[in-house]
């Protein structure tokens, strides 16, 4: 059984890691557009984006094409191994306490038993009468591991696509990491980790409402593999749902990570900011939709995003499992 673990962690990056990159570069104009919006603060003396659209023609007026590619590098940089990550620790749990990964329907596994015969006593008969249990954990863990393992990578994307035409522009994802570091110290990278951590709710609603969905569908097909657009379909509606419940801490974080504190001279006093202190200040100036600014970008965005990157890691799930000795 060991064996048959790593063999799933390694398919499980290998798969995570290649919908990473694929839902990455197809959704990264979106991408751009919506952390633009989020990092607005519609305060006294800023001039604010009237909305989706006029943001879109902004940033192609003033930076042509590729400027709805901005941040591309550290974006792709931060989905291949937050994906690699987050879908090795979400299968390795799952695997783990005796059920099948993610990207491998029934008929695929049912030549391979990944647990022992149920006992008396013991998780296994609970994870079996219990599922959504066993993927809250999964999806609560993975979402903590991938997340602290590259908070630095969002935090340098989302300063590469924020960015004014005022500043001096990052030349590339090197430049922006030491230029931060230089400035502002290693503690920069892990701004905005607190609210990112919050949002392991997200997940936490997203993969067993995921996982749920796929099992209503096995239902009317239990002979066969999912079809392409049943995975997209189930992929949509568990990330729309899960975005419309937790958005709010995707507005703090983004607001937290464009924060530029710089290294502090002998003497100067330190400014402090952090999550209540943020969202208060959103709340004063902005109101309640100050919290959910970018949200139809984002689910344009996220939910096509989800859907390529499920359907694309179960595609290859289904491929390695074949391959694979």
Same mark, same amino acid.
């Given at each position: 059984?060991?064996?048959? $673990? ?8 290998? *798969? ?8 990455? @570069? *197809? ?33 192609? /007026? ?38 099948? &990964?993610?990207? +491998? ?10 647990? !022992? ?7 296994? !008969?609970?994870? $079996? ?29 989302? /300063? ?27 503690? *920069?990278?892990? /701004?905005?980790?607190? !609210? ?11 993969? &067993? ?15 066969? !593999?999912?079809?392409?657009?049943? @995975? +997209? ?11 419309? *419940? ?6 703090? %974080? ?22 209540? %202190?943020?969202?208060? =200040? ?6 309640? %939709?100050?919290?959910? =600014?970018?949200?139809?970008?984002? +689910? ?10 499920? +359907? ?5 799930? $289904? ?5 694979? &000795?």
């Amino acid at each position: 059984m060991p064996s048959t $673990r790593k063999k799933w962690t390694a398919n499980s990056m290998i *798969a995570g890691a290649g919908g990473g990159l694929v839902a990455s @570069i *197809a959704t990264c104009p979106l991408d751009v557009v919506k952390t633009k919006l989020q990092a607005q603060r519609a305060t006294l003396g800023q001039a604010d984006y009237l909305g989706i659209s006029a943001t879109f023609r902004d940033i192609v /007026r003033h930076d042509g094409f590729r400027g709805l590619y901005r941040g591309l590098g550290p974006t792709i940089l931060g989905y291949l191994p937050t994906w690699a990550i987050y879908f090795a620790v979400y299968d390795g749990i799952k695997t783990l306490f005796g059920e099948a &990964p993610l990207g +491998l329907d029934v008929p695929a596994t049912k030549s391979e038993r990944l647990y !022992p015969a149920p006992s008396a006593k013991g998780y296994q !008969p609970i994870v $079996r009468e219990h599922p959504w249990s066993l993927h809250i954990l999964s999806a609560m863990t993975a979402g903590a591991a991938s997340t602290i393992c590259t908070n630095p990578f969002w935090v340098i994307k989302t /300063r590469f696509m924020t960015q004014s035409r005022s500043e001096t522009r990052y030349r590339h994802t090197l430049d922006a990491a030491l230029t931060i570091y230089r400035s502002e110290g290693i503690r *920069a990278f892990y /701004r905005g980790l607190l !609210p990112s951590l919050l949002g392991i709710t997200h997940v936490a609603v997203q993969f &067993p409402l995921y996982e749920k969905l796929k099992i209503v569908a096995q239902r009317h097909s239990p002979d066969r !593999p999912l079809a392409a657009p049943t @995975i +997209l379909f189930c992929s949509a509606v568990a990330k729309m749902t899960a975005s419309l *419940a937790t958005y709010p801490h995707e507005v703090v %974080r983004t607001r937290l990570q464009t924060q530029r504190r710089l290294l502090l001279q002998a003497g100067a006093p330190r400014k402090r900011s952090g999550i209540v %202190r943020t969202t208060t =200040k959103i709340l004063q100036f902005e109101g309640w %939709r100050g919290l959910y =600014k970018g949200l139809s970008v984002n +689910l344009i965005r996220t939910v096509p995003n989800s859907a390529v990157t499920m +359907l694309t890691y179960e595609l290859l799930m $289904r491929e390695l499992a074949v391959r694979r &000795p």
